[in-house]
Antibody
Framework: EGQLVESGGGLVEPGGSLRLSCAAS????????MAWVRQSLGKGLEWVGR???????EYAAPVRGRFTISRDDSKDVLYLQMNSLQIGDTAVYYC?????????????????WGQGTLVTVSS | EVVLTQSPATLSLSPGERATLSCRAS??????LVWYQQKPGQAPRLLIY???RRATGIPARFSGSGSGTDFTLTISSLEPEDFAVYYC????????FGQGTRLEIK
C-alpha cells in the first residue's frame, strides 16, 4: 500500500524558509497525485496543497504565494518549499497520496500518510 | 468552505459496546465523505471513503452511512485498539476536515 517518509522539519524564525522532503516507496509514484496536509493544535487537520502527475499544483488560500510543492519522479520524492513562514504555520506536516474514485479527476481522500515532520515557527 | 462538525467531542464507552460517531456538513457533500482514525503519536489512517467503502485491511466492525449533510461512523463492537480520535473529511468542495471525536475507554 506504500510508504511515505518525511524529513526536513525544524525550528525556524518568522519570515524564514524551510524545505520538507518526502520519500515514497511501494507504489507507482509517478502515477500518483500527491499532497501535503498539516495538523496543528489550534486549527486541526488542514489541506495545504497538491501536485498532479502533470506537475500542476493547487494550494489552500493561507499558503498560496508562500509555499511551493514540487516533485522529482526520477527519485520518487515530493517537496514542500515554505517561504515567509508565519507563527500560524507551526504544525506537523504530513505527506500523503491523493486518491479519487469514479469521479476522477476531482477532490481527494488520502492514503497512505507519512509519519509527519514538525515545523515550529518561533522567534 | 464546507465546515464539518463532529459530535460528540468525546465519547466514553467500554470494549464490546457499539460506538456511533456523527459528522454534519454545512452544505451537501453528496457521497464524498471520508473517515480517518488517529492514535496518539501516529498519523491519521484511512478507514472509510465515499461514505461506506472500507479501506484495505479495515475490519468489518467499522461501517459508514449517510448522505448529503449527515453521516455516521459506526463501530459495531469496540476492541481495545479502537480507542482513538476519529476525523471526517469531505472531498466535495476542495478538502476540509472535522475537528475530531475522541473515543475513550469508560
Amino acid at each position: 500500500e506504500g510508504q511515505l517518509v518525511e524529513s526536513g522539519g525544524g525550528l525556524v524564525e518568522p519570515g524564514g524558509s524551510l524545505r520538507l522532503s518526502c520519500a515514497a516507496s511501494g507504489f507507482s509514484f509517478n502515477d500518483a497525485w500527491m499532497a501535503w496536509v498539516r495538523q496543528s493544535l489550534g486549527k486541526g487537520l488542514e489541506w495545504v496543497g497538491r501536485i498532479k502527475t502533470t506537475g500542476t499544483t493547487e494550494y489552500a488560500a493561507p499558503v498560496r504565494g508562500r509555499f511551493t510543492i514540487s516533485r522529482d519522479d526520477s527519485k520518487d520524492v515530493l517537496y514542500l518549499q515554505m517561504n515567509s513562514l508565519q507563527i500560524g504555520d507551526t504544525a506537523v506536516y504530513y505527506c500523503v497520496r491523493s486518491l479519487c474514485g469514479v469521479d476522477c479527476p476531482g477532490y481527494n481522500w488520502f492514503d497512505p500518510w507519512g509519519q509527519g515532520t514538525l515545523v515550529t515557527v518561533s522567534s | 468552505e464546507v465546515v464539518l462538525t463532529q459530535s460528540p467531542a468525546t465519547l466514553s464507552l467500554s470494549p464490546g459496546e457499539r460506538a456511533t460517531l456523527s459528522c454534519r456538513a454545512s452544505q451537501s457533500v453528496s457521497y464524498q465523505l471520508v473517515w480517518y482514525q488517529q492514535k496518539p503519536g501516529q498519523a491519521p489512517r484511512l478507514l472509510i471513503y465515499d461514505v461506506s467503502r472500507r479501506a484495505t485491511g479495515i475490519p468489518a466492525r467499522f461501517s459508514g452511512s449517510g448522505s448529503g449533510t449527515d453521516f455516521t461512523l459506526t463501530i459495531s463492537s469496540l476492541e481495545p485498539e479502537d480507542f482513538a480520535v476519529y476525523y471526517c473529511q469531505q472531498r466535495s468542495d476542495w478538502m476540509t476536515f472535522g475537528q475530531g471525536t475522541r473515543l475513550e475507554i469508560k
